[in-house]
């Protein structure tokens, strides 16, 4: 691992020299080992996620096949830290460019997910709900397109030293990747509630994948917060977009896109099935101890209420 250049004090930051975008010049040994660590955990694991999808995914399905895309695309932004030749800047800036390519897909992939509740012949909501969803979800994100382009212009500017508007832009970079996501999410939890009828809590307990999800959806939105956070208060990052925030919160985002690869429709209708086999089997119990008494209480010479009277002296030992 090639370090940094020149090692000044924390204090000192390079936002107001000429050099502004070559961010590796102007920080501590600490700071350096923590963006390493961050992008090297960020490139590991994407590349273990990308395995597993491969490992799990069906030819024919899209969604797979853009799950695995958005991983792919961002995994090349986990090297950056590690050069530093002449002309880095574009390198930094080209895998950028990747990086944003992926948040994109990943919002495509989160319209998937909750897709069939919006479209099909049993949709989960009302004509008008649906076809405003849809328009309104897929015209904004369609809009972003022009946006992305252009901060990608800016990343390139920055990074080569040319134009400081990528520092004014930065912080604002959140509202054009991650309502989608978000609305896809507060989707699957109004889904739950409402139409599914699921207890979450139980749900959890009985199907880890499930427990998994939502954990990582609740972190990947903490630690976006707090890559904002970094942007917006000096002293939390050296440069913008140098911090180890918003790559553990993408971490977070891919693994809840894979840790269960079909859409969340699919997902309901699993887990609705796993707690009807939990109630079914609760039920059989009860019919099983049932038939039990009744076997017993028609055994000839049995008196009923000496056998009531036995159940209830033992009943402690039965509930130990």
């Known amino acids: 691992m090639i370090g940094p250049r020149t090692i000044i004090s924390p204090g000192l930051v390079h936002r107001n020299n000429n050099t502004f975008g070559d961010w590796q010049n102007d920080i501590t040994p600490e700071t350096y080992i923590v963006e ?27 969604l797979h096949k853009l799950i695995l895309l958005e991983l792919i695309f ?14 880095y800047g574009w390198y930094l800036s080209a895998t950028a460019a990747l990086l944003y390519c992926s948040n994109f897909t990943h919002n495509v992939v989160a319209w998937l997910k909750i897709r069939p509740f919006f479209v099909g012949r ?17 015209t904004t994100l369609a809009m972003t397109v022009p946006v992305l382009i252009f901060q990608i212009f800016n990343n390139f500017r920055f990074f080569n030293n040319i134009s400081r508007l990528y520092e004014r832009v930065r912080p604002y970079e959140p509202l054009m ?5 978000v609305f896809s999410c507060l989707t699957l939890f109004h889904m739950i509630q409402k139409s599914y009828s699921l207890n979450i809590f139980p749900l959890m307990a009985k199907c880890l994948r499930f427990a998994i999800l939502l954990a990582a959806i609740f972190l990947a939105i903490a630690l976006t917060l707090m890559d904002v956070l970094a942007c917006i208060i000096p002293s939390l990052s050296v440069t913008y977009g140098i911090n180890p925030y918003w790559k553990i919160a993408l971490i977070f985002k891919c693994l809840a896109d894979n840790i269960m690869l079909d859409n969340f429709q699919s997902v ?53």
């Open 177 to 181: 990747r991650d309502p989608w996501w």
């Open 268 to 320: 309901l209708q699993q887990l609705q099935g796993l707690q009807r086999q939990g109630t079914a089997a609760m039920g059989n119990d009860i019919r099983t101890i049932s038939q039990n008494e009744i076997d017993l209480a028609s055994r000839p010479g049995t008196n009923s209420m000496h056998m009531l009277s036995t159940q209830d002296v033992n009943m402690p030992n039965n509930l130990n």
């Open 122 to 138: 049993h949709p989960s909501f009302g004509p008008g709900v649906c076809m405003w969803v849809r328009c309104v979800y897929l």
């Open 74 to 87: 961002a995994m090349s932004h986990g090297t950056f830290c590690f050069m530093a030749f002449r002309g």
């Open 36 to 62: 390493a660590w961050g992008e090297g955990f960020m490139l590991g694991a994407l590349l273990i996620m990308s395995l597993i999808v491969i490992v799990n995914m069906r030819r024919k399905v899209l």
